[in-house]
C-alpha cells in the first residue's frame, strides 16, 4: 500500500520536508481554506499539486470535498451545490487528482468526549464515553426526546454525573463534542464561534423528518449526478463509515457495517463509486467483524485508513494499539487483494512534545510517525512473506 499522511496545507506545523522524512509518499489533503460549497479553481488545485510534487511526494487523495449539508438533507439549493460539487471534481480531474474521500453523516463528523485521556505509559488518546455523551446529548443540548435513546441503567448514571460535574467540564464537553472535532474538518462550527450549542441545534432541526431511508435517497442522488464527471476523469469516490458507526442524536446513521456498504455499492453499482475502509471507525462497532469486512470490501476500497478502536458492551470506545491482531489481518488482505491503494495512518497518540504544539485533535506528528514505523515494519513482513 501507498504511505500517506492527512496534511492541513501549508500552515500545518508538520511540513512536507518532515514527512519526507519520514517515509511518507503521498499527501492526504484539500483546499481547507475554501468555504463549503464553493468551487474548487483548476489554478487553486494546480498550485497545491504543484507545491506537493516539489518535495518529491505527490497529492494521493483529496481528504475532503465536503459534501454540503443542504446536500445531505435535500434543501432548495441541493442542485445547485452539486453543480459546483461536478466542476470541482471535473478540476481536480484535469489536474489528476482522481481519488476523493468524503463523507455523508448529518451534521457531525467524529465524536469523541476525551481527546486526552491518558494510558498507563503517560501518553494520550482520544476516547468516547457513552454516559459522558448522553449528559451532553439530555443536559446541555436538551434535545427533545433525547432521554428515550439511552436505557434506564445510562440515565441513572447521566443522572449520577449531573451531581457532580462542574462548569468547567461542561464547557470542555461542548468544546470537545461540538468545536474540537468538527471545526478543522467541515467548518460548520469553527473556534470562536459564539454560542457553539445553539448553533448546532439550529444545524440538527434542519434534519427533522429526515430518516434513515430518506438520507440513503439523497446519496443516491447526489452519486447518481456526479458519476458523470467521475466516469469522465477515472475519478474514485470514497466514501467514509460513520464515526461511531451507529446513530446518536437522533441523526440517522446510512454507513455503519457490512450491510449499509454492501447496499451503496450496490445502489450506484459502478466501479468508482467506492469504499474508504477505515478500520477504526468499523471497530468502534462492536459486532463488526472488520477482517472480514476487508476482505468483502477490498475490490471496492480506494482508501484505507488504518487504526483500531477498542470498543466495550457499555458503548465506549478508544483508540487502542496500531500493533493490533485484528489490524495485522487487515493489513494482509489488502496487500493480497488491493495492494496499490494509498493508507494513511490514523488518530496517532499525543506522545513526548505534541501536546505543546497546537495539532489538531488525533493528527499528533510523534504519535503518528511511531504508528507509521509500526505499519511500515507489519507491511514489510507481509509482503516478505508473501514472495516466499
Request: proline share 4%; aromatic share 10%; hydrophobic share 40%.
Amino acid at each position: 500500500m501507498e504511505k500517506t499522511w492527512r496534511w492541513f496545507g501549508k500552515n500545518d506545523k508538520i511540513t512536507l520536508d518532515m514527512l519526507k522524512q519520514i517515509g511518507v509518499e503521498g499527501v492526504v489533503t484539500a483546499l481547507h481554506d475554501v468555504p463549503n460549497g464553493e468551487i474548487w479553481s483548476v489554478e487553486q488545485i494546480a498550485e497545491l499539486k504543484k507545491y506537493i510534487e516539489s518535495f518529491g511526494l505527490r497529492w494521493s487523495v483529496v481528504e475532503s470535498l465536503p459534501v454540503s449539508e443542504a446536500i445531505k438533507y435535500g434543501g432548495d439549493e441541493r442542485d445547485c451545490l452539486i453543480a459546483n460539487y461536478i466542476e470541482s471534481l471535473e478540476n481536480l480531474g484535469k489536474s489528476g487528482v482522481t481519488t476523493v474521500c468524503y463523507n455523508f453523516m448529518p451534521v457531525i463528523d467524529w465524536i469523541r468526549t476525551d481527546l486526552c485521556y491518558t494510558l498507563s505509559d503517560g501518553t494520550q488518546t482520544l476516547y468516547f464515553d457513552k454516559v459522558k455523551f448522553a449528559y451532553f446529548d439530555c443536559y446541555i443540548l436538551k434535545r427533545e426526546d433525547a432521554f428515550k435513546d439511552y436505557t434506564p441503567h445510562e440515565i441513572e448514571q447521566v443522572e449520577q454525573l449531573a451531581t457532580i460535574i462542574t462548569d468547567s467540564e461542561k464547557e470542555e464537553l461542548i468544546d470537545t463534542i461540538i468545536v474540537k472535532t468538527q471545526g478543522f474538518i467541515n467548518g460548520n462550527i469553527k473556534e470562536g464561534d459564539r454560542h457553539p450549542v445553539a448553533l448546532f441545534k439550529k444545524l440538527l432541526e434542519r434534519y427533522e423528518g429526515i430518516d434513515r431511508n430518506q438520507l440513503r435517497q439523497n446519496l443516491v442522488y447526489f452519486l447518481a449526478a456526479i458519476m458523470p464527471i467521475c466516469q469522465k476523469y477515472g475519478i474514485k469516490m470514497c466514501i467514509h463509515p460513520d464515526d461511531p458507526p451507529f446513530q446518536v442524536l437522533g441523526l440517522p446513521r446510512i454507513v455503519t457495517d457490512a450491510v449499509d456498504v454492501n447496499w451503496l455499492l450496490n445502489a450506484v453499482d459502478n466501479p468508482l463509486n467506492g469504499f474508504t475502509f477505515c478500520a477504526g471507525s468499523l471497530s468502534a462497532g462492536i459486532n463488526n467483524d472488520v477482517p472480514e469486512m476487508a476482505r468483502r470490501f477490498a475490490h471496492r476500497s480506494h482508501f484505507v485508513h488504518l487504526r483500531y478502536t477498542g470498543a466495550t458492551p457499555d458503548g465506549n470506545f478508544m483508540e487502542v494499539s496500531h500493533l493490533n491482531k485484528k489490524l495485522i489481518e487487515v493489513i494482509r488482505v489488502f496487500e493480497k487483494e488491493n495492494p496499490d491503494v494509498p493508507m494513511r495512518i490514523d488518530h496517532g497518540r499525543l506522545m513526548l512534545d505534541d501536546a505543546n504544539k497546537g495539532y489538531n485533535p488525533g493528527y499528533s506528528f510523534h504519535g503518528r510517525m511511531l504508528a507509521l514505523a509500526q505499519v511500515e515494519g507489519m507491511m514489510a513482513v507481509i509482503k516478505d512473506k508473501t514472495n516466499d
